[in-house]
């Protein structure tokens, strides 16, 4: 039973024109032995992008790639056939299989906002595939908005800064604070945007934030 913090002042940054990205876990150039997954889940990446902005065609393999939109609105492609607009408080879910070519960019109406995490597939001889739903969250409650593989779902949470939420119990817990703070607990000091928990074997803990707060849930059982 175990409860580490990360801190997102710890994470890996790229910078390029029109960008920039916070790399949760070893990605690149970025390598620390100590960092280089939990669960299924092998990236967890933080996206700022300039309007217009973004990262032009390439190439993905055996990966569940899972996107959720904080702010302004992103435009994806892919060699499947969709495009689609993701705007706030909206997920997709890239189901790469065998291989596909996607693009992603910020609309021209502004910067977008989002995180992007990819999972080892279930199974990795399937065929690509694409979907993406806007989500209608529940104040101090946790909604199931995506499940990528049979064992792993995200949820997310919205806090009014008033009631608590408490977090759900399962073999493994990443609870990434996306907007706002969570305040002082039992499990840890105050947590700010871009902090983490990252739970092995524990009991489902409870977490108060101290103002409006969005938080990215990911359980693995």
Known sequence: MTVEIRRGTDRFVDRAVGRVTHHSFSFGEHYDAERLGFGPMVCHDDHLLGSGRGFDTHRHTDLEIVTWVVAGALRHTDSSGSTTVLEAGSVGVLSTGKGVDHSEHATETGP?????????????????GYTARPIALRTNGLVPVAQPRPDAVLWVGRLDGQGPLQLPAASQVHAFVATGALLRSSLAQPLAAGDAFLMTDEPAHTVTAGVPTDLLVWTFD
């Open 112 to 128: 977008c906002r989002f995180i992007q995490m990819w999972l080892r597939p279930a199974d990795g001889e399937s065929e690509p």
